[in-house]
């Protein structure tokens, strides 16, 4: 059974900093591209940014881009997401999701999410 | 940027087919997938590549997808199908979700 568990999140402030761990297992990690999607309170999906099996291609949303670094260690099976330059409008459950490619990638897979809120 | 866009509320009776639009440019060349989201749960896969559907879920939940309409079908809905539910796609190395539609089984 595949299993994603987020950890890491809390309050932070304004132009603060934080690193979300992602614990993967039930599956074969060092396959899988990996990716971080997060949701406002109340409101829908977004993807923030994802990373290939062997971390030389990744991809950010581009309100992340330049703030929000993400990581993985295939020897751990995890994923990480440093966030950086934390800004109000960041705040949001962020969800651990495993992608299926064949022809396109979806999510198939996605964690109980870890909660960040940025306020002052 | 790419957009993706459905209604936010479909209403359903019992037993009756519940159709769920997701609307954008030239949809139909790419793939669409559905996710299911019930309160405080996180999202799960319920279609994927338009018309495919993981194992576990029940066959009641079928897609299309063509021109620039994706399309989620709950046919026999049950009360446990209430839910939102969210379309996604790809595009230029950005993964587009959908602003979700809520499904409420009355």
């Known amino acids: 059974e595949v299993q994603l568990k987020e950890s890491g999140g809390g309050l932070v402030q304004p132009g603060g900093s934080l690193r979300l761990s992602c614990a993967a297992s039930g599956f074969t990690f060092s396959n899988s591209w990996m990716s971080w999607v997060r949701q406002a309170p109340g409101k829908g999906l977004e993807w923030v940014a994802n990373m290939k099996q062997d971390g030389r291609d990744k991809n950010y949303v581009d309100s992340v881009k330049g703030r929000f670094t993400i990581s993985r260690d295939n020897a751990r099976n995890s994923l990480y997401l440093q966030m950086d330059s934390l800004r109000v409008e960041d705040t949001a459950v962020y969800y651990c999701a495993k992608q299926q490619c064949g022809g396109d990638c979806d999510f198939d897979s996605w964690g109980q999410g870890t909660l960040v809120t940025v306020s002052s | 940027s790419y957009e993706l866009t459905q209604p936010p509320s479909v209403f359903v009776s019992p037993g009756q087919t519940a159709t769920i639009t997701c609307s954008g440019d030239?949809?139909?060349?790419?793939?669409a997938s559905w996710y299911q989201q019930k309160p405080g749960q996180s999202p799960i896969l319920v279609i994927y590549q338009d018309d495919r559907r993981p194992s576990g879920i029940p066959e009641r939940f079928s897609g299309s997808n063509s021109g620039n309409t994706a399309t989620l079908t709950i046919s026999g809905t049950q009360a446990v199908d209430e839910a939102d539910y969210y379309c996604?796609?790809?595009?230029?190395?950005?993964?587009?979700f959908g602003r979700g539609t809520k499904v409420t089984v009355l």
């Open positions: 030239n949809l139909g060349e790419k793939y």
């Open positions: 996604q796609a790809w595009d230029i190395n950005t993964y587009v």
